[in-house]
Antibody, heavy 122, light 106 residues
Framework: QVQLQESGPGLVNPSQTLSLTCTVS??????????WSWIRQPAGKGLEWIGR???????NYNPSLKSRVTISVDRFQNQFSLRLTSVTAADTAVYFC??????????????WGQGAPVTVSS | SYELTQPPSVSVSPGQTANITCSGD??????ASWYQQKPGQSPVLVLY???KRPSAIPERLSGSSSGNTASLTISGTQAMDEADYYCQAWDRSTVVFGGGTKLTVL
């Protein structure tokens, strides 16, 4: 049974960098069968895709966040991480990691982590 | 950028059929996925490739797609189906989510 677990600080100061890690169990990031994604959800609002990474290190990012986002992978720890720089209150959200099945023209996310709430405030 | 539009809310009586739509330009040429999210929980995949269900999802959830619209249909709606539902598609190396539909079972 595949499980994903987000971890990281729940409070980040404005203008600083948000950093989260997703630990994968029950599957190997190195298998190459999936992409590994970050998605966020502000309170009471919808889902926003942040970006994804493949085992090779290849990434895709949401154009609206691309200038501030870096996703990296640690195959030895079976983890992938998110860095979001220059955060503002608008970045306050629950951040989910998810395993993504991608078949060129379409994709889906399953399973998802439980989510990590992050508040940007001084 | 590509957009997916969902009705903010849909209401249904127990035992009746609920239909949740997702509209986007030429969405019928793409493949939609659907997620169910209950309060305080993570989203759960309920449909992928427009019509396919993960093994744990009951048969009363079904999907279709044509033209500019994909649909999630819940037959014999139960109280446990009350949740937010999101559609999602892939477009030009980007993931797009619909705004979500709150399904209320009255």
């Amino acid at each position: 049974q595949v499980q994903l677990q987000e971890s990281g600080p729940g409070l980040v100061n404005p203008s600083q960098t948000l950093s989260l890690t997703c630990t994968v169990s029950g599957d190997s990031i190195s298998s190459g069968d999936y992409y590994w994604s970050w998605i966020r959800q502000p309170a009471g609002k919808g889902l926003e895709w942040i970006g994804r990474i493949y085992t090779s290190g290849s990434t895709n990012y949401n154009p609206s966040l691309k200038s501030r986002v870096t996703i990296s992978v640690d195959r030895f720890q079976n983890q992938f991480s998110l860095r979001l720089t220059s955060v503002t209150a608008a970045d306050t959200a629950v951040y989910f990691c998810a395993r993504e099945t991608w078949l060129v023209q379409f994709n889906w996310f399953d399973p998802w982590g439980q989510g990590a709430p992050v508040t940007v405030s001084s | 950028s590509y957009e997916l539009t969902q009705p903010p809310s849909v209401s249904v009586s127990p035992g009746q059929t609920a239909n949740i739509t997702c509209s986007g330009d030429k969405l019928g040429n793409k493949y939609a996925s659907w997620y169910q999210q209950k309060p305080g929980q993570s989203p759960v995949l309920v449909l992928y490739e427009n019509t396919k269900r993960p093994s744990a999802i009951p048969e009363r959830l079904s999907g279709s797609s044509s033209g500019n619209t994909a649909s999630l249909t819940i037959s014999g709606t139960q109280a446990m189906d009350e949740a937010d539902y999101y559609c999602q598609a892939w477009d030009r190396s980007t993931v797009v989510f619909g705004g979500g539909t709150k399904l209320t079972v009255l």
